[in-house]
T-cell receptor, first 112, second 113 residues
Framework: EDQVTQSPEALRLQEGESSSLNCSYT??????LFWYRQDPGKGPEFLFT???AGEEKEKERLKATLTKKESFLHITAPKPEDSATYLC?????????????FGQGTTLQVKP | NAGVMQNPRHLVRRRGQEARLRCSPM?????VYWYRQLPEEGLKFMVY????????ESGMPKERFSAEFPKEGPSILRIQQVVRGDSAAYFC???????????FGPGTRLTVL
């Protein structure tokens, strides 16, 4: 069964304290892994798409990496404005429709 | 390029009423997905549509829920005879092609009294 598991569920960091969020996935035939950021009361905001193991992408303080079993979202020297819930998702493996399976998310709080 | 638009942003209905949620995809996007986020739960797929066609509705409850994406106009998610358990945030996403990145709208928050 296709599955996405994120850890930790919640993470509290001090401003400037770097850390990583994990996304483990089980899917038949990966067709991309997507990272989103969601602020309270808003829709998910696209961050990164990764397609193959070894791929890395960066944007400001965020860097996403991908292996055959998991993806990491590294946050370097976070700021309070990085506080949000981070979601990862993969397309359902056995369907041909691109529907996404989401993890439960990691809620990040960065304190000044 | 305007993003995905959804309206209304907030919708309050009494039990037994109908709810209509609208989604206008990004310009040039012909693939539309609807997802639901129940309180304290993750995002769950509901339905995938292309213009005038429902491609995959495997995540839609069998009764009371329907969706359409007409040739002209927005995609509509319709919930008939709403119940309290339908209270949730409903998100629409669009993409330019299959397997491409899905971009999400701001959501419609449905409250059933």
């Amino acid at each position: 069964e296709d599955q996405v598991t994120q850890s930790p569920e919640a993470l509290r960091l001090q401003e400037g304290e770097s850390s990583s969020l994990n996304c483990s996935y089980t899917v038949s035939g990966l067709r991309g892994l997507f990272w989103y950021r969601q602020d309270p009361g808003k829709g998910p905001e696209f961050l990164f798409t990764l397609y193959s193991a070894g791929e890395e992408k960066e944007k400001e303080r965020l860097k996403a990496t991908l292996t055959k079993k998991e993806s990491f979202l590294h946050i370097t020297a976070p700021k309070p404005e990085d506080s949000a819930t981070y979601l990862c998702a993969v397309p359902h493996g056995s369907s041909n429709t691109g529907k996404l399976i989401f993890g439960q998310g990691t809620t990040l709080q960065v304190k000044p | 390029n305007a993003g995905v638009m959804q309206n209304p942003r907030h919708l309050v209905r009494r039990r037994g009423q109908e709810a209509r949620l609208r989604c206008s995809p990004m310009k040039g996007h012909s693939h539309v997905y609807w997802y639901r986020q129940l309180p304290e739960e993750g995002l769950k797929f509901m339905v995938y549509l292309q213009k005038e066609n429902i491609i995959d509705e495997s995540g839609m409850p069998k009764e009371r829920f329907s969706a359409e994406f007409p040739k002209e106009g927005p995609s509509i998610l319709r919930i008939q005879q709403v119940v309290r358990g339908d209270s949730a945030a409903y998100f629409c996403a669009s993409s330019p092609s299959l397997w491409d990145t899905q971009y999400f709208g701001p959501g419609t928050r449905l409250t059933v009294l």
